[in-house]
C-alpha cells in the first residue's frame, strides 16, 4: 500500500522528522511519502494557520489521490482542512488528532492531551466536545513550547512532556497522554518507559488506522458530510 503525509506547515525539519519516525513503524510492504506544502505557515499554532494552510492541504490530498495513493495522513494535531480534505478525497483521509483521542478514550478511563501554548487549551477541550470524547477528557496540560521549539529541542521537550504528563496522572486522574503535536513524534516510548502510564503518539496512532483502513477496504462516506463538492468553486 502507499500512504501519503502532509506535515501541513512549511517547516523542511519537522518533514524530515515526522519521516524518520514513521519510516521506523510502517510494515514492510507500505510505501510512504511525506510532504509539506511550498506556502503556507511555518509552524500551525492558531486558527488563523489552521485556515491559511488549508489550500496547501487541499492541493496535496488532490495530488495524493491522482497519484494512485492509498490513503492520507494530515500530520498536525489541529486536524486543520480535515473535513474539506475528505471532501475532495475518493482515499481515507487520517487526522492525528481525532485519531488519538478516539484511541486514548478507548485506552483508559480519563485521558490528558500535552498542547503546545496556552491559546490552545481551549482549542483541546472544544475538540473533544466536537469528536465525542468529552467525558474522558481530564486536561490540557501547557508545555509552553512553540511547535518549531519542539521540533528543534528534543531533550527539553522531552522532559517537560514527563514533567507534565507525571502532573496530570497524579492531579487530573488521567490514565492516558497524548503528545499533542507531530512535532512530538517518536517520544512516546521513552516517555512511557519513565511515567508507567500509557502515552500515544498521535502520528503513529493515525498512521497505523490508516493501513487499517486500507486493508479494510473502507473509507468516508460520500452520503452527506463529505459528499464530493462541485467540481469548481462557485464565484
Known sequence: MKIFVINPNT???MTDHIRRELEKIKRSDTEITVVNPDHGPAAIECVRDEVLAGPGILELVARANAEGYDAVLIACFSDPALD?????SAIPVIGIEEAALHMAAMLGHKFSVLTSLPRRVSTRDLHARLRGVESAFASAPVLDMPVLEMDANPEKAKARAL?????????DGAEVIILGCAGLAGYAREIEQELGAVVLDPTAVAFKI????????????????????????RA
Open 163 to 171: 514533567e507534565l504528563a507525571r502532573k496530570a496522572v497524579k492531579e
Open 210 to 233: 490508516a493501513e487499517a483502513l486500507v486493508d479494510l477496504g473502507v473509507r468516508h462516506s460520500k452520503v452527506s458530510r463529505f459528499a464530493t463538492p462541485p467540481s469548481e468553486p
Open 84 to 88: 474539506a480534505a475528505r471532501e475532495i
Open 11 to 13: 517547516s523542511k525539519s
